[in-house]
């Protein structure tokens, strides 16, 4: 396809003459680059769609959402994508000691590692498993 350039033209006084200004701008290693973050994406959500570890993305603001499960996690849960999506771990009560979620997530944003955190999990029928959580900041 070759070279992509984007062309802005202006008007401005140039020696008491109104002049076109144009600027030509090489946006070829843009749209590479570009490119190259798609492919990544599409590498990262493959990965994480097919692994056999359970994983979920949270925000890192109040009630932590989740933003993202993938199956592995539906399937240790027993919940279905839209009865997570946009609820928090407190609100879906998957841990079973109260304010654990919280604090752990807590930790982590003031820049403090959670490694190998053993608690009991609930599954969404209320049955009860031995997890271990690590929150990086």
Not at 34 to 51: G, T, V
């Amino acid at each position: 396809r070759g070279a992509v350039h984007d062309i802005a033209v202006g008007m401005l006084e140039f020696d008491g003459a109104p002049c076109f200004v144009t600027i030509h701008q090489d946006l070829s290693a843009r749209e590479e680059q570009a490119a190259r973050l798609a492919a990544s994406e599409a590498r990262f959500e493959q990965l994480f769609a097919a692994s056999p570890v359970g994983m979920s993305v949270q925000e890192a603001t109040e009630g932590r959402p989740i933003v993202e499960v993938n199956d592995a996690w539906l399937r240790l849960f027993g919940f279905t994508r839209d009865e997570v999506i946009g609820r928090s771990p407190t609100g879906l009560a998957i841990t079973v000691e109260d304010g654990l979620p919280h604090r752990t997530a807590s930790e982590a944003l003031a820049g403090q590692h959670v490694r190998s955190l053993e608690f009991r999990a609930r599954r969404k029928d209320g049955s009860e498993f031995e997890a271990q959580v690590t929150l990086q900041p």
